[in-house]
């Protein structure tokens, strides 16, 4: 046996094998210094490419730039729903034409809104730039933004009336809209006579009289055709526009309601026998037209003159009404009362008394004047028009002894011109 390798010496023999398992010691030098971090991972040549980096650089932009826009609308939102600065009840005119930017100074200005930048930017952001609609609208106390949009998309605004009496004429009315002071724009031209309905309108603040008066002709249209659409298919009256002449005629010698349909009948017999109507407001028209008022009483020289309007002189309905008449009137004459009168005069109470024979209405008459002398007597105010004087006793006696009137004739809607029953041949 060979025992060579136990008689080498120590330094020259071979390490044994070390197993996997076995852990080298450390000195107490090396246990206590600390150990190399490892290096990091090379990066990869995708990651460094400069694209990328420009990518990840524009995505953080964007999502702290939406986290931004996202703060601002939700503060912007809050700030367009919240309570607005005003203390009490406001009414201010949105001028027709105003665009956004002006709407929101004049709405900040006058203390509704708080901030106009996010006035419009909450309508821009609603998309209702181009509804909001002119006009004077009534704001609450403390009310919000989107409230004013909302008011504002609606049109609710605030609303005046103008009144317009039946009988007027064409001029009258345009006159009256002249002296209304919430409406604006010039009347260029008087609208033909007879096409304008008398009612109450309503319209917002900056409306134009030419749009008044555009209401009052399809006001007019609308009425007429439906009212001539029902009418009685017996009566004398050929046209639409007949109609509306005849109406006026009828609007000018009443103002009672009740008595329209009656009167109306009295001028439809008239028509049927060929009398002429003999209506004392077509003699005033024919001498003054469009201005409406004569300024005195009907001279017999009035009676006389022969006119395109005379209804004393011309048989028949004169060429065109001789006034604006209400809805009232026209569907009186449309479907007029079913009587045999052929007169009617005033019967001192406002209204009027009907007869069907010459010798009936000479007895009204006569009772009529014998009212006019006691009044004329006493100084007594004629109570058939609240501003009309009563005639004097010499013109009450200067018409007796004369054929008597088929009308008292008396033009309901002309102040101060008291009229008597005028003389003349019957027809």
């Not at 070390?18 to 991972?41: D, F, G, V």
Request: proline share 9%.
């Amino acid at each position: 046996m060979d025992d060579t390798s136990h008689n080498a010496p120590v330094g020259d023999r071979p390490e044994p094998p070390q197993s996997p398992s076995r852990i080298n010691p450390k000195s107490p030098r090396e246990a206590i210094t600390p150990e190399l971090a490892p290096a990091p991972p090379l990066r990869s040549e995708r990651v460094r490419n400069p694209l990328v980096v420009a990518l990840n650089a524009l995505l953080t932009i964007l999502v702290l730039a939406a986290l931004g826009i996202g703060g601002v609308l939700y503060w912007g939102k809050s700030e367009f729903d919240a309570k607005g600065p005003l203390t009490t009840e406001k009414a201010v005119l949105v001028p027709s034409g105003s665009g956004l930017q002006a709407i929101a100074d004049t709405l900040e200005r006058e203390g509704v809104i708080a901030d106009r930048y996010v006035f419009m930017g909450g309508i821009t952001a609603y998309r209702q730039t181009a509804r909001l609609k002119a006009g004077e609208y009534a704001f609450a106390p403390g009310v919000s933004m989107r409230e004013v949009m909302d008011l504002l998309v609606s049109g609710k605004a605030i609303l005046h009336t103008v009144t317009v009496p039946e009988g007027l004429t064409s001029r009258q009315i345009v006159n009256r809209l002249r002296e209304h002071p919430m409406l604006t724009g010039e009347v260029d031209e008087i609208p033909a006579e007879g096409t304008l309905l008398p009612e109450t309108y309503k319209f917002s603040r900056g409306t134009t009289r030419k749009q008044i008066l555009a209401q009052m002709q399809a006001a007019h249209e609308r009425a007429v055709r439906d009212i001539w659409a029902n009418r009685n298919k017996d009566i004398p009256i050929e046209t639409p526009q007949q109609l509306v002449t005849l109406a006026s005629i009828v609007e000018k010698e009443t103002g009672r309601a009740d008595e329209r349909p009656r009167v109306a009948s009295v001028f439809i017999n008239r028509l049927r026998s060929n009398m002429r109507l003999q209506s004392d407001p077509t003699i005033i028209y024919g001498i003054v037209g469009g201005e409406g008022t004569l300024g005195r009483p009907i001279r017999r020289s009035d009676i006389d003159a022969r006119t395109a309007y005379n209804t004393y002189q011309i048989n028949g309905l004169p060429p065109g009404p001789i006034a604006n008449p209400g809805r009232a009137a026209l569907e009186a004459v449309a479907t007029p009362s079913t009587t045999k009168d052929l007169y009617f005069v005033a019967d001192g109470t406002g209204g009027h008394v009907f007869a069907g024979s010459l010798a009936e209405h000479n007895r009204n008459v006569a009772a009529w004047r014998a009212i006019e002398r006691q009044r004329a007597a006493t100084g007594a105010v004629d109570q058939r028009e609240p501003d009309a004087t009563a005639p004097t006793e010499a013109a009450v006696e200067e018409a007796e002894g004369d054929p008597l009137d088929l009308l008292e004739g008396a033009p309901k809607r002309d102040p101060g011109t008291p009229v008597l029953p005028t003389p003349r041949p019957e027809t």
